[in-house]
């Protein structure tokens, strides 16, 4: 079964308008983190945002914010103000266990994320 | 901030040669590193866990044999792909677990492509 589900495989804003992108998951485990990369053309994956199982509120960083819904295991990526450079790919992952060194990042489908000028 | 390092970044080569890979973690010590193979237009796919010292664990489906895994350091990790061949071309991306800290931090990537 599938871990993280993005059901967006393709998605179009306008440039200064604000995205979201879904992402759902899977754990029966209490502790996990759950992050959102992008990855450019160029391949590299950078980090945006990261939120813990644990944490009271949503996490945010600058024009990101995550829209953390427990019940509902969803973890939506809330992009404000939507540039021409945030066109990419974007991958929300989860790491079961937020303690344990050796637990690796599972990543979702991704949706491929497309600013409109 | 933490900086991971893949060599090379693009390498071609003919079918049947084997190709190595390095992962670095510039400044912080990973005991556990992670490999991930990326087709086009795909998600990353865990390949394989590397852990300092011992032997690496490999995913379901992974060829051990053929995915040659080393973590002799602390800072570096290698993966080998021994007699490549056309479908073997990817994008192949490391990652390393900051020891201090359990961060995780992406290489930039290798584009293999085996002709």
């Known amino acids: 079964a599938q871990k993280i589900t993005q059901t967006q495989p393709g998605m179009f804003v306008q440039e200064k308008e604000a995205v979201t992108l879904d992402c759902t998951y899977d754990t029966s485990d209490p502790s996990y983190g759950l992050f959102w990369y992008k990855q450019p053309s160029s391949g590299e994956m950078i980090f945006l945002i990261y939120q813990g199982s644990y944490d009271q509120q949503n996490a945010t960083e600058g024009r990101y914010s995550l829209n953390f819904q427990k019940a509902r295991k969803s973890a939506n990526l809330v992009i404000s103000a939507s540039q021409l450079g945030d066109s990419a790919m974007y991958f929300c992952?989860?790491?079961?266990?937020?303690?344990?060194?050796?637990?690796?990042?599972?990543f979702g489908g991704g949706t491929r994320l497309m600013v409109k000028p | 901030g933490a900086v991971v390092s893949q060599h090379p970044s693009r390498v071609i080569c003919k079918s049947g040669t084997s190709v190595k890979i390095e992962c670095r973690s510039l400044?912080?010590?990973?005991?556990?590193m992670f490999w991930y193979r990326q087709f086009p237009k795909q998600s990353l796919m865990l390949m394989a866990t590397?852990?300092?010292?011992?032997?690496?664990?490999?995913e379901q489906g992974v060829e051990k044999d053929k995915f040659l895994i080393n973590h002799a350091s602390l800072t570096l990790s290698t993966l080998t792909v021994t007699s490549a061949h056309p479908e073997d071309s990817s994008f192949y991306i490391c990652?390393?677990?900051?020891?201090?800290?359990?961060?995780?931090?992406f290489g930039p990537g290798t584009r293999l492509t085996v002709t």
């Open positions: 590397s852990n300092e010292g011992s032997k690496a664990t490999y």
């Open positions: 990652s390393a677990r900051d020891s201090s800290n359990y961060e995780q931090y």
């Open positions: 992952a989860m790491r079961e266990g937020i303690y344990n060194a050796g637990n690796m990042l599972t």
């Open positions: 400044d912080f010590q990973a005991t556990t």
